[in-house]
Each structure stands twice: as structure tokens, then as C-alpha cells.
């Protein structure tokens, strides 16, 4: 296996005075990119959030510097500004710079400003794809994001409140029945989310599902509706991460299989 990998060609080198913001994927660390392995073990320094997982931060090389700005042990965010600062800095210091963000940098990751920022500044950067949460907790729950007669297609969406206090969202083309939606974000805006779907149309018995800390061993997967949801997230006290998952295509896998982590069990 390790030999047909090497045999890919590396198209992206990781140079000095570079910076690869690349996309660790959602936990599981046998979902990274060949090409994301290759720029972790590249890493001089790894500059890095709250999302990525403690196994994919083993796999960096031995005295590669890390860089937290993730939420948790700072209990704000690093701003931003400061983030692409560190980033210019660091690569004009003549590293290579790791940028390692949870999911897919390009999805709600604020990647591209960090990579506008670095091209403002003269600094080039590699882009890694990650598979992001809603791919692989999805899968990894047993629902598939898209299945025919059941959802066209799906829409990811934050629930995050706008700086204004509010969640001003498409409710009218979020609430067509032959889609799925998956919000990321969006515990803290469930009731919200719930309430106005039902609003604008959408079933109450809408099959819904949370999945939390998706793709690792304690990957949490619950299945409800529309409006029973935001009472059975109180009642299991779900944290972040988590994501919410609305449509007929939660109901799809498991009424025939047990899904979890991936693994299909058939039932007897
Ligand atoms: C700032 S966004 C980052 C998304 C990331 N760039 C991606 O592509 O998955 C953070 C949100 O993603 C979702 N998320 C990320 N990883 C997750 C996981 N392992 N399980 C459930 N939700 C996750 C949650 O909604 C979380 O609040």
C-alpha cells in the first residue's frame, strides 16, 4: 500500500517561505488526503484549530513547532487578522508553514481569506481539499446526503448568528421538501432553524438528525424529526461540534442496516 502511494506523484512541495492550508477532514485520521500527509510531514510548523484531531497531530514530524488557535484553551478565537499575520510571518521567516484546519479549509474554514491575505503579501500557498463534516458524518451515521426519489440535492448552510443577533437564511428554498440540508453550526440556532422550516412549509415529521463529534470513536448519531429535535439535543446535553442533518434521506439506511462509524451491519 505504501508503495502504490509513493508511486503518485507529489505534484505540490511544500517549499520555504510557503504556507499549505490544508484540510484535515473531520477526525477520523484515515479520511486524510494522501496529498494532506504529504505536507504535514513537509511541516516545519504547524499552525492549527480545534477541530483538528489528536491523531492527525501525531502524525507530524518530530520537532516540527505547533500553534494553537483554536477555541478551546484560548476560550475565544485567535482573531483572524492575527492568524494570517503569524501565517505571513512565519513563511517569510523562510518555513514552511502548515496551515491545518478541521473539515475542508474552503467550507466554512475562512481558508480563502487566509490565502488572499498570503497572496496580498507576497507569501505562495498550496491548497489541500479536506472531506468536510457533512460528507463524513453523514456516511459515517449510514445517511446518505442524496438518494434518488428522496433528495435532488443538498444545501450546507451555518446556523451561525449574523453579527446583527439574527440567522437571516433563505427559509422559503431551505424548506423544498426534495432536498436535504445540513447545518453546520447551528446548535445554538436549532430552535430557530426548527421553528422556521416548519414555517415556510416544511413538515414537522421531517425525518432530522444531529451527529456529533462525526467520524471518530465517539461519534454521537441521533434521529428524531423536525420538531422533536431541539427536545432531544437538551436531553442529551450535545455539545459541539454538530452537525444537523434535515430530510427523508435520514430515515433512508436505517431501517435495514445498524450504521456506525461507516460499518453497515446488515440486521438478521
Ligand atoms: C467552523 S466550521 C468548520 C467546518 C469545516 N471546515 C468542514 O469542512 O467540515 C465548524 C462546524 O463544522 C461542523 N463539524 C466539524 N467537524 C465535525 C464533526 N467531526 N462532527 C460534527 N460536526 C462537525 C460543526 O457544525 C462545527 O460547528
Redesign the pocket.
Known sequence: MINAINKIEAKGLLQAGEVAIV?AG??DPELLTIKALRFIEQADIAVYDR?VSEEIMALLPDGCEQFYVGKKQAKHCVPQENINEVLAQQAKLGKRVLRL?????F???RGSEEAEYLLQQGVSCHIAP?I???S??TAYAGIPLTHRGLAQGCTFITGHLENDGQLNLPWQSLANDKQTVV?????GTLDIIARELVAHGRAGTTPAAI??????SD?QAYRATLETLPALVAKHNIT????IVIGDVVDKIDQRYVASLGYLKALD
Open positions: 484540510g473531520p477526525g477541530l484546519k478541521g473539515g475542508d479549509p467550507v466554512f474554514g479536506g468536510t463534516a457533512a463524513a458524518c447545518f453546520y453550526m447551528g446548535l451527529i456529533r463529534n462525526g467520524t471518530r461519534q459541539p461540534p454538530a452537525l
